[in-house]
C-alpha cells in the first residue's frame, strides 16, 4: 500500500469505528430484553393425533393457538376454525399450507379446532381440547 | 510474477491452505447441523441451511478482517495471509449459499418478482430498529460479488495494484452492512444478548486491531530525518537492520526498505508492484527480496525480478560514515543497477 491508500485506510476504520457504535446503540436501545422472562403462558388446552398436534395458551391477556402439522395433510387449501363453546364450528383462525409450525391469535378461549378443506367443503379432522 | 493467467494459480502450499479453509467450512456446517437438531429438532431444512452458511459467512468475513492488521502487527501472521484471497471467494460463496436459500424461502412463493420482494416486503425503511435488514444483507452481498469476481490477478494487473486495493477496501463497507444486518435481522426475529455480545466483541477486536496497526503506520510514515549538506538523508546505524531483513522508512511520500545481506547494504522502493505488499517486511531469500504477502520476488542491488519476470521497482543510492546510513532520497527509475555499499 502506499501512504494514500494508508490514510485512506485509516480514515475508513476512524469513521466506522464511530458511526456503527452510535447505529448499534440506537438500534438496541428500542428492544426490549426482559421481554422473555416477563411473558407467562398459561397452557388452557391441547390435543394431537397422528398427523396434527395442537394446543391453546394464555399470553398477556391473549389466546395463541399454536398447531404442529406433522404430515402434509393432503388437501389443496386447508383452514383452521376454532370450536365455540358448543362444540361447533366457530370464527376462522388462518391457513395451513403444509407441514410445519403454525401459531394464531385468538380473542377468546376455543374449545379444539376443525380443519377443513374449503374447496372440497369436507372435515379434514377435529381436534376437541 | 506470473507470465500468463491461468484460472487459478495453485502451488503446494495454496493447496494446504485451501484443504483447511474447506476442512474448516465443513467442520462448521457439521457441527452448526447437530447442534441444531440436538437443542431445537424442530428447525425446517431450509432455517437450517440459511443459518448454517450465513453465520459461517460472518466468521469468515471476521477472520479475514483481522488478517490483514495482525500481519502488520505481528509478522509471526504474515503465512495467513499468503492466500487471503481464496478465503474471501470461500466467503463469498457461503454468503451467497446463505442469501440465495434467504431469497427462495422468503420471497419467491409471491407474485413478484423475488428480487423486488427484497426491497418492498418490509418498507419500514424509516425505523432503525424495524429496518428492513434483507435489503442490508443483499447490498453487502453485491459487494462481495464484485469483489470475488475482480479478486483474479487479470483484474489487479489492469486495474492496477493501487485502484484495485483501493475497490478491494469497498470489503470495510460490506462488513458495516452485514454487521447491522445481522444485528437488525437477529432482534427482529429473536432479541438475543449472546448475539450482541458475540458481535460487539468481533467489532471491537476488528476495529481495534485496524486502528492500532494504522497509527503504527503513520508514525512510520511521518518519519522526517536530518538532512546532510548534499541533501542526502540520514537514516540509522548501520547495527539496526538484521542480516537479511530490512528496514523501512518514508522518503518524501514514498517508503524506502533498506536490506542488509551478504555483508552489503541495498534499498529499494518498499511497494511490491503484485499488489503493493511491503517488500521490508519480507526478507532475503536466495539472494532475492521476497515480498511477504505473495512470494514475488526483487534483486537487491537493482529491484528487478529475476528473469525471466518482469517486475521492476525504484532503487535508492545509500552511503555509509561512520556506521551510519545515508540514503539519496532521489530515487532512480525502476530497475537501475546501484553498486551495494559494504558494512
Redesign the interface.
Known amino acids: ?6 490514510k ?3 480514515y ?3 469513521l ?2 464511530i ?3 452510535i ?2 446503540i ?3 436501545k ?4 426482559n ?2 422472562e416477563n411473558v407467562s403462558y398459561e397452557p388452557n388446552g391441547s390435543s394431537s393425533n397422528d398427523m396434527v398436534a395442537a394446543s391453546l395458551v394464555k399470553s398477556k391477556g391473549t389466546y395463541i393457538l399454536e398447531l ?1 402439522i406433522k404430515s402434509p395433510l393432503r388437501s389443496a387449501s386447508s383452514v383452521v376454525y376454532a370450536l365455540n363453546m358448543k362444540g361447533e364450528k366457530g370464527t376462522k383462525l388462518g391457513q395451513i399450507n403444509g407441514a ?2 403454525y401459531t394464531f391469535p385468538s380473542e377468546k378461549e376455543i374449545q379444539g379446532i376443525i380443519i377443513q378443506d374449503i374447496l372440497k367443503n369436507q372435515e379434514i379432522l377435529k381436534l376437541e381440547f | 510474477m506470473g507470465l500468463d493467467y491461468k484460472m487459478v494459480l495453485w502451488n503446494k502450499h495454496k493447496k494446504t491452505y485451501d484443504k483447511i479453509i474447506a476442512l474448516g467450512m465443513v467442520l462448521y456446517l457439521v457441527l452448526f447441523i447437530a447442534l441444531t437438531l440436538a437443542f431445537n429438532p424442530e428447525t425446517i431444512a431450509e432455517t437450517m441451511i440459511i443459518r448454517a452458511f450465513g453465520s459461517l459467512a460472518v466468521i469468515m468475513l471476521h477472520i479475514i478482517l483481522v488478517i490483514g492488521p495482525l500481519s502488520r502487527l505481528n509478522p509471526q501472521f504474515l503465512p495467513i495471509l499468503y492466500n487471503r484471497r481464496h478465503l474471501g471467494v470461500s466467503m463469498f460463496l457461503a454468503a451467497l449459499i446463505h442469501g440465495v436459500f434467504a431469497i427462495i424461502h422468503f420471497h419467491t412463493l409471491g407474485n413478484v418478482n423475488p428480487i423486488y420482494a427484497v426491497f418492498t416486503s418490509n418498507m419500514d425503511y424509516g425505523s432503525l430498529t424495524n429496518f428492513p435488514f434483507q435489503v442490508l444483507g443483499f447490498l453487502a452481498l453485491l459487494i462481495l460479488f464484485f469483489m470475488a469476481s475482480t479478486s483474479h490477478d487479470f483484474f489487479l494487473k489492469n486495474l492496477s495494484p493501487n485502484v484495485w486495493k483501493g475497490l478491494h477496501m469497498l470489503v470495510y463497507v460490506a462488513y458495516a452492512l452485514i454487521l447491522l444486518h445481522v444485528f437488525l435481522g437477529a432482534f427482529q426475529q429473536e432479541t438475543s444478548i449472546f448475539t450482541i455480545g458475540i458481535l460487539v466483541l468481533g467489532f471491537i477486536v476488528i476495529s481495534s486491531l485496524h486502528l492500532v496497526a494504522a497509527f503504527k503506520e503513520s508514525k512510520v510514515d511521518g518519519f522526517r530525518g536530518e538532512k546532510d549538506t548534499g541533501g542526502w538523508l540520514k537514516v540509522c546505524d548501520v547495527h539496526e537492520i538484521p542480516e537479511d531483513r530490512a528496514k523501512i522508512f518514508s522518503v518524501g511520500e514514498k517508503r524506502v526498505a533498506i536490506f542488509k545481506y551478504d555483508g552489503k547494504l541495498s534499498a529499494i522502493h518498499n511497494v511490491c508492484k503484485h499488489q503493493g505488499g511491503p517488500l521490508g517486511e519480507g526478507k532475503i531469500v536466495d539472494g532475492c527480496v521476497t515480498c511477504p504477502w505473495h512470494g514475488y520476488q526483487y534483486l537487491p542491488h537493482n529491484g528487478q525480478s529475476p528473469p525471466p519476470f518482469t517486475e521492476k521497482v525504484a532503487t535508492y543510492e545509500l552511503r555509509l560514515d561512520n556506521d551510519i546510513i545515508y540514503i539519496n532520497p532521489i530515487g532512480l527509475e525502476e530497475g537501475t543497477e546501484v553498486e551495494p555499499i559494504l558494512c
Open positions: 500500500m502506499d501512504a494514500n491508500l494508508r485512506r485506510h485509516k475508513s476504520w476512524l466506522l469505528a458511526i456503527l457504535p447505529l448499534l440506537l438500534i438496541i428500542d428492544l426490549d430484553f421481554q422473555p404442529n410445519g409450525s
